[in-house]
């Protein structure tokens, strides 16, 4: 059985550390300001299985092998950063037409929209550090494995999944601010530097 003063520790903890602003979040928030939650939705649930993966790697020692290989990052980053960037690139483009912005929508594929978090998660080398660090001390060796890594992976993608939606509906909200008036031109402009700000994050970090 999972060590219940542990995921005592465990909960609030990882809960401060999801919740702060990094790669998966702003690009919550972005999509979220571009293509609206309901869609948004897509993007974490290949955030969701891309941070399970990896936490589950870190618990199995397979994350130690895979940073002995820092290639397969750069390959992950790189591809990742310039697709979000061409993205970033296309917003910019619709000139802040709302029209544009409704058919983003429609010509993001979610499948696409999986890739992106899915690929955000698993090319993040702080993210696998973070759960390399992280996880092994709450895990008690004198207790079965499987249970516990279950009940820390429902902590981690139920915690995940309230941040993003949190800073998706923010998002949301911003658009909504951003389409007073004559301020619609800026929606994809914003949307557009994040997406651009978070790819160059992913590449280069």
């Known amino acids: 059985m999972p060590d219940i003063t542990l995921l005592a520790v465990f909960l609030p903890t990882f809960f401060f550390v999801s919740i702060t602003p990094g790669m998966c979040m702003t690009l919550a928030m972005t999509l979220g300001m571009s293509i609206g939650v309901r869609r948004t939705f897509w993007m974490m649930i ?5 941070v399970a993966l990896v936490a589950i790697a870190a618990v199995m020692g397979v994350a130690s092998v895979m940073l002995n290989y820092p290639h397969i990052f750069d390959m992950l980053k790189w591809v990742g950063g310039i697709y979000l960037g061409y993205i970033g690139i296309q917003m910019w483009r619709a000139k802040g037409k709302m029209a544009k912005l409704d058919q ?7 499948g696409a929209l999986i890739s992106q978090g899915f690929i955000t998660a698993i090319a993040n080398p702080k993210g696998w550090a973070f759960m390399i660090s992280l996880l092994p001390p709450f895990i008690n060796v004198s207790n079965a494995l499987a249970p516990q890594l279950i009940t820390l992976l429902s902590i ?3 915690t995940e999944f309230v941040s993003m939606t949190a800073y998706a509906t923010g998002g949301k909200t911003l658009k909504k ?7 619609i031109k800026w929606i994809n402009r914003v949307a557009g530097s994040l997406m651009i700000g978070v790819g160059c994050w992913l590449a280069l970090s």
């Open 177 to 183: 601010f951003l389409s007073r008036g004559d301020n």
């Open 156 to 158: 981690i993608m139920l």
């Open 104 to 110: 983003q929508s429609t010509e993001i594929s979610n």
């Open 46 to 50: 290949g955030e969701l299985i891309g």
